[in-house]
């Protein structure tokens, strides 16, 4: 377990790396992605950085998978039934695979569960979920993975697919045991926020957007641990 959370440990220094490379040369008007594959190359990850950098920059990924299991680019914009939670499993097969593979709509009855187990407080309001702090598409348990998506993802295929890829980096986290690394290391709050600035940054990236805007920059940026990695000899 020892080697195993010291490789993932690696691994997410490398990746927080082409992050932060990314946002610093965007904080000082250059281009994201350049930062953020120069991030990767001082990594040591030289040939991860170029394979990475031309994934992302395919044109919203998630509309790609969508538009090519269904060959109809009308699809991602459409709503979607509950079923659809299985067509996502199908296209993400990789992080599926990582995940505690506990996937739901929210309703009454699991919300009620998920909040005794973690001690949170969350509530559908109308098809949104939501909890003191505001309205959220998706909440994922760090206490066994299990991931619940709000019925208002249910609009589009595109948002749900989205929402789901989201939680799915956070479930991943707990089944690999990464986030106790970070828990460990940091404290609760800051695990919190790792996990929210991979979860957002990967996913808001993979989608094409203005990374300037991406609340994994605007929200959750993690000082502490992004600094201890920065400046780790």
């Known amino acids: 377990m020892a080697d195993t959370n010291q490789s993932l440990l690696k691994a997410t220094m490398v990746v927080a790396g082409g992050l932060s490379g990314g946002i610093s040369v965007t904080i000082a008007g250059g281009n994201f992605w350049q930062g953020f ?19 992302i920059e395919e ?41 505690a593979q506990n996937f739901a709509i929210a309703n009454e009855d699991n919300l009620k569960s998920f909040n005794e187990q973690t001690g949170d407080n969350y509530r559908l309001d109308g098809k949104s979920l939501a909890n003191e702090d505001g309205k959220v598409g998706g909440i994922t348990s760090m206490s066994d993975g299990r991931v619940l998506i709000a019925p208002s993802r249910m609009r589009t295929a595109l948002g749900f697919a989205k929402t789901w890829y989201h939680e799915a980096i956070h479930s991943s986290h707990f089944v690999s045991g990464i986030f106790n690394v970070w828990d460990n290391m940091y404290g609760r709050t800051e695990a919190l926020r790792i ?4 979860a957002h940054g990967i996913t808001d990236s993979l989608s094409g957007a203005n990374m300037k805007l991406s609340d994994a920059f605007t929200t959750y940026y993690p000082n502490a641990f992004t600094n201890s990695i920065l400046f780790m000899k």
């Open 195 to 198: 996990s929210e600035f991979f």
């Open 37 to 55: 594959k120069q991030g990767l190359i001082t990594s040591g990850l030289n040939h991860v950085a170029h394979m990475a950098v031309e994934a």
């Open 59 to 99: 044109n919203n990924f998630f509309r790609k998978r969508l538009n090519e299991h269904y060959n109809d680019k009308t699809v991602a914009d459409k709503p979607v039934t509950e079923d659809f939670l299985t067509v996502l499993e199908e296209l993400f097969p990789d992080i599926y695979a990582t995940t």
